[in-house]
């Protein structure tokens, strides 16, 4: 890094450059900077849900068990487990000697403490996903149970996700928790999160790996993470071309080009378990109306819209879960789908009373990155064909879930419900849980039939009888035009990287690891 | 206008020698060209424009200015050229309606509080001078931040973001003429309120708001387009200049010509009305053009 | 002259005062429940939202919240982020530094192109190379400068791969600090050259060529300083209209400055940041226009003593 910046600048900027960068907190020679299109929405992993905290949480703090590179949950803080006979009790063992940023040490009270405060007064924004948690019990200081209500298929899969991180006991009391501390096991400790710009770690050298797929299981080979946001896309690439970022997405319809010229490495992050997909505000008018939602479905072509964005890099989805995903069938979810049909679209959209003098119009939200507004922008387009009006609405992933949720919690708004692309990725067909069961993530579409049939998709254990019911529950939601599919994104995280780093990867469901990187320059 | 307020004292120049004055003066007849190719554009949209502006696939994506594409094709494939065209009715749009706002709410401030005198006045431009110090843009941000996003909502806050100035301007024009001796002696003959107001000062006033005015388009015509540009004004698919160097930037190594030509409207535009303000006030204030 | 201080420091609070009132009031013209669209995103229940509406007092008459947000304000306290979560004036101040740097180092640019161009035009008046210059300055005052920024970027970094972005070293502040100080410096060239034109025929300087002294004496001793108090008197505005300008040009070099904050905030709908936004930088502009407007009137004697 150094040596760029020597051949760019004469020795009197150089000492300029010494001067200033003091002032405004240098870069160091063992730092790795890594620039993405937006910022964290918590340090808290119970006060967020976007990938962008998730990926963050993922350095700071560890969990019980970990994904390893085909997505099985393995051992991680826990060393073992035993599962009672009636699927209701789970035992941890915990790994011996691991000590918390503050230097306590981690045992059975942080597990308890984490699992209780995502139930507390405040609770987890992902509380529903942790399953029927009845009890949390110390055993002894490395020995906890968890016991549930109900058996819960998903539960281990979950204790390996960014959601269930395991936050220290040092925490409780202290207010700036989440906003300017944070204290976990996790590879990195933090130095600070400036809003908007920046979030500084440094190595944690008392780390252990004991689950993730990396060969390093000691502390990383670097001083310090500084995950920086730079929302536009080509001053992502400039800062990589000019080394101020060693790790940035790169805009799109540059990779090609990067691929070509050879400076820079290309990774794309694979089973990232995204699905992203249409679902409708629907307390009130238009989307009220089953007709109204098919013909959104039936107006739209997804398969063209990728094909002109992603290149046909990304693929279509006619699941509301994700390839790779437990559940996830093409040719099962394609009997249920929405075939591009515009005369369909127009048909229904006259049976509930729209036309051409009469437009339906609404609101459509994106949230940034990604070239999803670009994808928006096209889907306009057709759904203006079949007399959808549509505006547009870009918002950062945080805002948008504020958004829609507040939408479906204004049945009396006089303007038209709004719909809108969402995405959310999971390692289990339990998100369709987390999102339709009653009250609804979003507070958005539930019903008592629906909520039967999710339930049993938790208290099956049996592969086969839980497939069943998994795919009930996707049928129901597609006949309904609840949860519409629309394309796995595996192409829009794809991350550029500079020469002298080494080692960087993202393992499934995209969780970035740098535990194998080292700085060769 | 009322054919009275052409009697009204102190009226510089006969309108069609205005015109013919503006045609001498270089750089008033090249900004009156621009504005007109400007107007031309906007009219005759449809007729002029190789391609609906918000077809996709109008030709293949991301391709560069040929013959077919002047241009070039932004990432729909859609054509750059038919969407600044079209983009031109926006801009007028945008221009006209923020300085309408801006100027008649200001006007009518800044001569209420010239005219009233006293307290009145010390209050109204005590507003308005701390207004005018907290600068247009955070004005306007304030305000789409109490509306949100949007181009209408966006014209009404540079609209409201610029009465400050316009207020200022008029007043101190209002402060000169009253002390006038025409003026002092329509007050002397009874004139009544509306009379001293609407046939006095107003005229006097016009002429300088006309100039300030036709600059304020294009401080308008900027603002929009840096709102747009900030993802704060126009919303896709309107082909708004602003917006379109927006969606330019993700691309910008990929396809320049996406940022280069918006950006050359709006530069043209913007320079086009300046100089015809400029134009104005030489025709308006002889002794200007003495510089 | 410390009564001249004195008028311009209450003239700066009056502003300061009337921006605390607007950005009370602004979060009441927003339509709809401001807590409901502020927090909706938060799985929160309808008690929890009256519980934040009676945290931040906004169950009380508005007069009141007026009173317990001076309260606060005064205390240095304004606010948490509803994003994040942070201490508003903690988190202005973190970013304030980056606006501030750019602001100063484009007043720079402004005044030193601007000022030369004005000045050299001035002294030709009337000949192509005055025409060439305000030529150059009307194209200049007509560009979009998140234009220019973006060629900028495009030539030297993108292309050229000279100058980096997305940083906060001393590389990185070159473009955003040309971009707004080139903009600028277009308009400074204009006002500079009807100033030093109003100089140039004033009758000591006529005095001063008629006496036989050397032309750049003459330039430099008598005009240059008095055409330096117009263009002083013009740099309080022009250092509000660049801290305005940062927040555009912050966004397009990813200049992390408190501009690049309020676009942000805005879009999250975060109001405790816009309202600290607001009232921060119409604090920033007042005090900045009080040391203009003092430097000022030190240089130039006549306005002394308020007249």
Known sequence: MIPDRLRHTGPGALALTGFLTMAAGPALAGDVIWARYGDIDSLDPHRATSTLSMQVWDQIYDTLLAFDEDGAAVPNLAKSWEVSDDGLSYTFMLQDGVICHDGTPFGAEDVKFTVDRAFGDNPSLTMTNWGPIETVEVIDDLTVRITLESTFGAFLPFLADSFSSMVCLSNDDDPDFGSATAIGTGPFKLDNWVQGDEVVLSRNDDYRNFGKPVENDGPVQFDRLIVRTIPEAQTRLAALRTGEAHIAEPPFDDIPDIRAEGDLDIVVAEKTGQNVFWQFTISRPPFDDIRARQAVAHATDPEMAIDIIYGGLSEREWCPIARGVFGNDQDFCQQYGYEYDPDRARELLAEIGFGPDNPLNTTMYVWTGGNRHMLAEIFQAQLAQVGINVSIEILDIGTMNARVREQNESPDDPSPGTFDMMTWGWYDPDILYALWHSPGAYSGYTSDELDAKLELTRELTDEDERLEAVQDVIRYLMENAVHIGLYTPGWEWVFAVRPEIEGFKVGVFLHPMFQDVRLTD | MTTETIEAPARPERPQRAYAALFRSPSGAVGLVIVAVLVVCAILAPYIAPHDPLVMAAGPRLEPPSLAHWMGTDQFGRDVLSRIIYGSRLTLMIGTIAVGISLSAGLLLGLVAGYASGWTERVLMRIVDVLFSFTEIVIALACIAILGVGLVNAMIAIGIASIPFYARVTHSIVLVEKNKPYFESAVAAGASHARLIFLHLLPNVIPTLIVIGTLGVSTAVLAAAGLSFLGLGAQPPQPEWGFMLSSSRDLISRAPWMMIFPGLAIAITVLGFNLLGDGVREVLDPRQRAR | ?307
Do not use: C
């Open chain 3, 1 to 307: 002259m410390l009564r001249f201080i004195a008028q311009r420091l209450v003239a700066a609070l009056i502003t300061i005062w009337v921006a605390t009132i607007a950005v009370t009031l602004l979060i009441h013209l927003v339509p709809g429940d401001p807590v409901r669209i502020m927090y909706s995103g938060f799985q929160t229940t309808p008690e929890q939202i009256e519980e934040i509406r009676t945290r931040l007092g906004l169950d009380q008459p508005v007069w009141r919240q007026y009173l317990m947000y001076m309260g606060r304000v005064l205390q240095g306290d304004l606010g948490h982020s509803i994003v994040g979560d942070q201490p508003v004036l903690t988190t202005l101040l973190q970013r304030f530094p980056a606006t501030l740097l750019l602001t100063i180092a484009s007043l720079f640019i402004a005044v030193v192109v601007g000022g030369s161009l004005g000045f050299f035009a001035a002294y030709r008046r009337g000949t192509v190379w005055d025409f060439g210059a305000m030529t150059l300055a009307i194209v200049g005052v007509s560009m979009p400068h998140f234009w220019l920024g973006l060629i900028l970027l495009f030539i030297f970094s993108l292309s050229l791969g000279w100058l980096p972005v997305g940083g906060s070293g001393f590389m990185n502040l070159i473009l955003p600090a040309m971009t707004l100080g080139l903009a600028n410096a277009a308009i400074l060239a204009r006002l500079t050259r009807s100033a030093m034109i109003d100089i140039f025929d004033q009758d000591f300087v006529r005095t001063a060529q008629a006496k036989g002294l050397p032309q750049t004496l003459v330039l430099y001793r008598h005009a240059l300083r008095s055409g330096l108090v117009p263009i002083v008197a013009m740099l309080g505005l022009q250092f509000a209209y660049l801290m305005g300008g940062a927040i555009v040009v912050e966004n397009v070099f990813a200049w992390n400055g408190v501009g690049r904050l309020a676009i942000q905030a805005v879009f999250a709908r975060d109001y405790p940041l816009i309202q600290g936004f607001i009232l921060f930088f119409a604090t920033v502009v007042a005090l900045a226009s009080v040391i203009i407007d003092v430097t000022y009137a030190l240089l130039d004697p006549r306005i002394r003593y308020g007249k």
